[in-house]
């Protein structure tokens, strides 16, 4: 099972590590970017869509999930 604080806090990771901005994920996502802050602070409950959602809006359209976590290691 995945633990969901640590999945968005890998995310947060991962789009630090990309260097683009709540701001630019949002856009790229249409979601606000408070719902990505809240989401980076595992304070949304609808994390594994908006997971899938943020992951296409850094382009990952196809990439397996875990290869991207294990990136922040």
């Given amino acids: 099972m995945i633990d969901m604080l640590e999945l968005a806090y890998r995310c947060k990771l991962y789009r630090e590590f990309l260097g683009v901005t709540q701001e630019q994920v949002a856009k790229e996502t249409g979601m606000s970017r408070q719902v990505i802050s809240d989401f980076e602070r595992g304070e949304n409950n609808s994390a594994?869509?908006?997971?899938?959602?943020?992951?296409q809006g850094f382009g990952c359209e196809d990439t397996?999930?875990?290869?991207?976590?294990?990136?922040c290691d």
């Fill in 48 to 55: 594994l869509v908006l997971t899938w959602y943020i992951l």
């Fill in 64 to 71: 397996d999930l875990k290869d991207i976590l294990r990136e």
